[in-house]
């Protein structure tokens, strides 16, 4: 759509295709918003058409309805109590962009972009607060979801992206990016109770804390903070609310596709690369540096495949034991950062108590709907996902005991900083909180030597990160 001038893409009234319209733009109008810029208009328009799109069911393949069971990714989280509340949410989400349109007028030519000039007044103040701050441990991104209409990924991602100085850096075309950004944001499911875009704007935020740290700070270069930054807001793209044991035994096509490995992280690359070239992001770099994102923004993407845990750990553990990790060599550096989006992507029993717990509740909430769908249609129900069998405090003390800190007490190895103590603290506490809760489990854990813990950790690690994480 970029640098058409004089066409626009509009949904054709009388059915879903598009219809392309070749009357003038500065004439178009679209609801009650009238445009005055015909190549702000091409793309402004199809920004909200990706939304009217989501709203009226358009486009039912890019969301990959289950041709076996019926089941549509698109509604399978959605609760029949709460079907009010959705229509209302997304509603103020298409004002919020009808905000961004207006505003986004007083950025063009702005000779000092502020990309807080896009919020409403009604909620600048307390998101632009929260922003300041934005490097903190303790940032509540479920606030700033609220504060920003649902829209933390977008706003979130484009201001790191314009603190680090990447957005003039790179030349990127500032519409090009904020559209970029609209289109994952909505390409996550919001009815998922936890893989949705606050998941992705959450990871992001902890992937920016894990740049700051000075072993990354002083040897990353912008290329890599680039990357991190945009992996982190697109690594979960598409994410379809239920894992890879569920696509691959109720024949999926994802799963035929990608050879039922690394299923969703496959999907999840493909996604954002189609977005990237959707919207020409970087179109305007030579072609080969453009491949060379796609390709490195995949072996992020891939990394954070909880089944491939263990790999990533054993060579991160090597490397601290040899301390050879060499930070001017471009490949340990990409290492590093595949490390980084892995903690991040499963940090949240890190955070502070009143953040964790939430999290903790949205991810079992998600197994649980999953093992229903099982028991409905009478197949195996995956582990964890049955919630007669298993409880919230029982999930996470398994996840945290087998998964998370593991891998966070390497991390510490390499960066013994304030944050990664604070992380582990947290880690304790919440651990802790859990097991006051579920007694008989947290006996039962720190039995960690008895053959029978050993017999758990396996299939532990493997389906609890596949909720929280991978996916
Ligand atoms: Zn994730």
Redesign the pocket.
């Known amino acids: 759509m970029s640098g058409c001038a004089d066409a626009a893409r509009v949904l054709s009234p009388y059915g879903h295709g598009w219809v392309v319209c070749h009357a003038p733009l500065s004439s178009l109008r679209r609801g009650a918003i009238s445009y005055d810029s015909s190549d702000q208009t091409a793309l402004y328009i199809r920004m909200l058409d990706v939304r009217v799109r989501s709203q009226v069911g358009f486009e039912p393949e890019r969301r990959g309805s289950h041709p076996y069971l019926g089941v549509d990714f698109r509604t399978l989280h959605s609760r029949a109590e709460s079907a009010g509340s959705i229509p209302a949410r997304r509603i103020r989400r298409l004002f919020s962009f009808q905000r961004h349109l207006l505003s986004s007028r007083l950025l063009r030519g702005a000779p000092h972009l502020n990309p807080l000039h896009i919020l409403d007044e009604d909620y600048c103040g307390q998101a632009k607060c929260m922003l300041e701050k934005v490097g903190s441990w303790n940032f509540d991104i479920f606030l700033f979801d609220r504060l920003t209409n649902g829209n933390s990924l977008v706003f979130l991602t484009f201001h790191l992206l314009n603190q680090y100085g990447l957005i003039e850096l790179f030349q990127l075309d500032m519409v090009k990016v904020r559209r970029f950004l609209v289109l994952v944001q909505e390409d996550y499911h919001n009815q998922n109770p936890y893989?949705n875009a606050v998941?992705?704007a959450d990871?992001t935020q902890a992937m920016h804390c894990y740049l700051r740290e000075p072993k990354l700070a002083q040897s990353l270069t912008s290329f890599d903070i680039l990357l991190g930054l945009l992996a982190a807001a697109t690594?979960?793209l598409d994410?379809p609310g239920v894992n890879q044991p569920f696509l691959i035994k109720t024949n999926h096509y994802l799963a035929a596709l990608y050879r039922n490995t690394s299923v969703l992280e496959n999907h999840h690359w493909r996604s954002a690369v189609g977005l990237l070239r959707e919207t020409d992001l970087f179109s305007h770099l030579p072609a080969e540096d453009s491949l060379s994102i796609e390709r490195q923004l995949g072996s992020l993407i891939l990394a954070?495949d909880i089944s491939r845990q263990n790999d990533y750990l054993s060579r991160f553990r090597t490397h601290l034991d040899e301390n050879d990790l060499c930070l001017g060599h471009s490949t340990h550096r990409h290492f590093v950062l595949q490390m980084a989006l892995k903690c991040a992507?499963?940090c949240n029993p890190c955070r502070p108590w009143e953040l964790s717990k939430q999290w903790s509740e949205k991810v079992t909430e998600e197994f649980f709907h999953q093992g229903d769908i099982e028991k409905k249609h009478k197949l195996e129900i995956s582990p964890l996902c049955d919630s007669e069998a298993n409880t919230i405090a029982s999930v996470q003390i398994g996840f945290m005991t087998y998964v998370v800190e593991p891998l966070f007490a390497e991390w510490a190895r390499f960066s013994d900083t304030r944050l990664s103590q604070t992380m582990l603290g947290h880690l304790g506490l919440n651990k802790a909180s859990w097991s006051a809760m579920e007694p008989e489990v947290s006996g039962s854990s720190e039995e960690g030597e008895s053959e029978s813990a050993r017999a758990t950790e396996e299939p532990s690690s493997r389906a609890l990160s596949q909720g929280?994480?991978?996916?």
């Open positions: 893989h998941h992705a990871v690594h979960d994410h954070t992507d499963i929280s994480q991978e996916s």
